[in-house]
Nanobody
Framework: QVHLMESGGGMVQPGGSLRLSCVASGIVFKITEMGWYRQAPGNQRELVVRSSDGSGSGTVYSDSVRGRFAVSGDSADMTWYLQMNSLRPDDTAVYYC?????????WGQGTEVTVSS
């Protein structure tokens, strides 16, 4: 069974940084997409960044985070990171790891990020 587990969320002041992690297990088919999404209170879930497998190649960032966030990691280790810098109050959301393979797609449980003074 495939499992995704995010961690690293918490409360931080504006301008601060956090690094989120996503660790996967049980994946035996080729990863076709790895991404991070977020859902702010009362809002729809939105894309933060996605790539072919989370290695950084073919990476697409949302306009709101480009230049502040960066993804790293690789499918060989099945571990990915989202480095978040210069955090702003509108970054407050639950952040989710998402992976697609040739056989299916899975979400992590989410990790909450709160940016507030």
């Amino acid at each position: 069974q495939v499992h995704l587990m995010e961690s690293g969320g918490g409360m931080v002041q504006p301008g601060g940084s956090l690094r989120l992690s996503c660790v996967a297990s049980g994946i035996v088919f080729k990863i076709t997409e790895m991404g991070w999404y977020r859902q702010a209170p009362g809002n729809q879930r939105e894309l933060v960044v996605r790539s072919s497998d989370g290695s950084g190649s073919g990476t697409v960032y949302s306009d709101s985070v480009r230049g502040r966030f960066a993804v790293s990691g690789d499918s060989a280790d099945m571990t990915w990171y989202l480095q978040m810098n210069s955090l702003r109050p509108d970054d407050t959301a639950v952040y989710y790891c998402h992976i697609k393979t040739l056989r299916g797609a899975w979400w992590g449980q989410g990790t909450e990020v709160t940016v507030s003074s």
